[in-house]
């Protein structure tokens, strides 16, 4: 917490105001700097989101273009925002979506693992670890609200919360895809993955570094829901409201329960599997790896 408080001082918030951002539909308290306190109206720009004092349900957007890959400064913020929301006792719920047309998120942002010190990489590594710690022990009900692909780092957040409801959209694929870069899912990935379909599922799913389409996703239990692409986020806010109809104490031990095995492991280990992040990432041939699939993402344009 310290580390990320620390960052924020050093990243500010203006950075990456555009890219997350909330508000207050009814001008209550901010809850963070850069949930600015505009009044919401229809015509509300996409990157706002709202935290409604009515529901308690905040709606964080995600829009850091072209794909929300999830860099540090995005990190950095994104804890900072959940952070703010966790000490609001008025917020209860909280559902993560995109602005951004067919991506939800594409996971972590390479180009912070390619031809990076190693005391950036660690950094790095540190803000990952943050940003699932808070979202996969929030005390909050949380659903994603998957509008679009989730590879990787996106299935990450995706899984990290309590429900997942994606767009019932052949195109778009889940997955924890990291051996097909030539890396590795580490533990906790793993972890919470098994948690969430199983070990048999997990244990194919990671191996094979397989991206479930989105009715495919549904078949293993990766999400829970399919919907229209146009009422992915109604459908999270009717499915939040049953949720937070479970008293919250009740809701939140039996949360912790559940998962507080999961998470302990990774606060044991977590320098550890910062000096194995840095040492795996920094290796040459992992790096020439890394270079050959940003390659191929970019000659899939051409
Ligand atoms: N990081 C950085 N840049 C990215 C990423 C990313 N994860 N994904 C895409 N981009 C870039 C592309 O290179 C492209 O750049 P440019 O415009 O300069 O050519 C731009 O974003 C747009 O990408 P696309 O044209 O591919 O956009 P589409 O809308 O066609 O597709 C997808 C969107 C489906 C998200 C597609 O971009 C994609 O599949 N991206 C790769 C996703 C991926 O494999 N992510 C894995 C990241 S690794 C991770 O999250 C966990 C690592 C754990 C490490 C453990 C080590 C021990």
Known sequence: MANVLRNSAKFGF???LSQLSIHSRHGRECVSPCFSLQQRN?????KEVDLDNSTGVAVLRMQSPPVNS?????????????????MDKSCRGLIITSTLSKV????????????????????????????????YGSNMATIAAINGSSPAGGCLMSIGCDYRIMANNPRYSIGLNETQL??????????????????????LSLELGLLYSAPDALKIGLVDQLVPEDQVLSTAQVTMSKWLAVPDHARQITKSMMRKQTIDKLLSNREADITNFVSFITKESIQRSLRMYLEM???RKA
């Open 14 to 16: 203006s950075g990456v």
């Open 42 to 46: 229809s015509s509300t720009s996409p």
């Open 70 to 86: 999830l860099s540090l400064d995005f990190l950095t913020e994104f804890c900072i925002n959940l952070e703010k929301l966790e």
């Open 104 to 135: 939800f998120s594409a996971g972590l942002d390479i180009m912070e693992m390619y031809g990076k010190s190693p005391e950036r990489c660690g950094e790095f590594w540190k803000a990952v670890q943050e940003m699932w710690l808070k979202l």
């Open 182 to 203: 030539g890396i590795v899912a580490p533990f906790w990935f793993k972890d919470t993955l098994v948690n969430t379909v199983g070990n048999r599922a997990a244990e």
């Open 297 to 299: 993402l970019k000659s």
